[in-house]
């Protein structure tokens, strides 16, 4: 896995990468603030799940996957919330290097800074079965069940981890210490059955929260 070249990612940058290199789940990280959003990170899982090298992945914007067959509307959905920087999950049919279409699970996610600025998107994705369906897959059950164990506090944190929103941020959005924050993070990634961001942001997601 790799940075773009001629891209350096600052802190908060390989924070992030950190947190893909440890995930089983194909994951991208884009940059909002250079032109097309393109993927300036990548893991190997996402490599594995599309059959591109990293050479041909970096520098490009996410739709490449896309083909004949591939929803404009959701498409639409996906660029919308990119937008309107906020979470958005969308099961989209893609396509791997050699053309073989699958159903993809889409996740895209703001990242923001420290002040609150907008830094980096997260995307994920998942194969999904042929008979894989909507909010009655697998994927939302479990999530659903996982976030259930969690307290309403814990939940809150998580949703705002989902947000994009740093220890700090949360902290003084939930009126806690930063300390707090931290306690309760680490405690719901126990109970999510994860030790990284962004395995926890896409269960957030799939469960709706």
């Not at 947190?19 to 194909?26: G, H, L, Q, Y």
């Not at 420290?114 to 999530?143: I, K, M, T």
């Not at 929103?165 to 994860?194: C, D, N, P």
């Amino acid at each position: 896995m790799e940075a773009v070249r001629g891209y350096d990612l600052d802190a908060d940058g390989e924070s992030l990468l950190a947190s893909i290199r440890i995930s089983p789940i194909a994951a991208v990280i884009s940059d909002p603030r250079l032109p097309t959003n393109p993927i300036v990170a990548v893991n190997d899982a996402f490599c594995r799940l599309t059959g591109y090298p990293v050479d041909e992945i970096i520098g490009r914007n996410c739709k490449f996957l896309a083909g004949p067959a591939t929803e404009p509307w959701l498409t639409e959905r996906i660029s919308a919330g990119v937008r309107e920087r906020r979470p958005v999950l969308v099961e989209i049919l893609n396509y791997k290097r050699d053309q073989t279409p699958f159903r993809n699970a889409v996740l895209v996610a703001p990242v923001f800074d420290a002040n609150g600025e907008l830094e980096y998107f997260l995307g994920s994705q998942v194969e999904l079965p042929d008979d894989a369906v909507g909010p009655l897959s697998a994927r939302h059950a479990h999530a659903v069940a996982v976030v259930k164990t969690l307290s309403p506090r814990q939940r809150e944190v998580l949703q705002r981890i989902a947000a994009g929103y740093r220890s700090k941020q949360i902290a003084w959005q939930l009126s806690l210490s930063e300390k707090t924050v931290k306690m309760h993070r680490s405690l719901l990634f126990q109970k999510l059955g994860t030790s990284n961001t962004a395995d926890a942001i896409r269960i957030a997601v799939e469960a709706g929260l």
